[in-house]
């Protein structure tokens, strides 16, 4: 079992930038695909990005593509969300997931964290 806790939201204008972190316990952290999705008041949760295991596949939302990285370091069990170039419409809670693959649907993953808030202003 992986126990998850994001960290870094926030409140950042528009056009800025925030690193969010998610870190897992256990020691099976490097078994796990990642993943991060999210979801706005009265939205279903949507995938914004994911890692493979060793982190040499990375996928993105059209969305997200170009603005946020995924990325992760399996020595400290963390996987990170950087974001850059923020816009209103990426305000939402935001939440790490981990499986077996970098799958797009939430039904693909096993553990989730709690989330975090990260909300863009004008």
């Known amino acids: 079992q992986v126990q998850l806790v994001e960290s870094g939201g926030g409140l950042v204008q528009a056009g800025g930038s925030l690193r969010l972190s998610c870190a897992a316990s256990?020691?099976?952290?490097?078994?796990?695909?990642m993943g991060w999705f999210r979801q706005a008041p009265g939205e279903e949760r949507e995938f914004v990005a994911a890692?493979?295991?060793?982190?040499?596949?990375?996928n993105y939302a059209d969305s997200v593509k170009g603005r946020f990285t995924i990325s992760r370091d399996n020595a400290k069990n963390t996987v990170y969300l950087q974001m850059n170039s923020l816009k209103l419409e990426d305000t939402a809670v935001y939440y790490c997931?981990?499986?077996?693959?970098?799958?797009?649907?939430?039904?693909?993953?096993?553990?989730w964290g709690q989330g975090t808030q990260v909300t863009v202003s004008s």
């Open positions: 256990g020691r099976t952290f490097s078994s796990y695909a």
């Open positions: 997931a981990a499986g077996r693959y970098t799958g797009w649907a939430p039904a693909e993953y096993d553990y």
């Open positions: 890692i493979s295991r060793s982190g040499g596949t990375r």
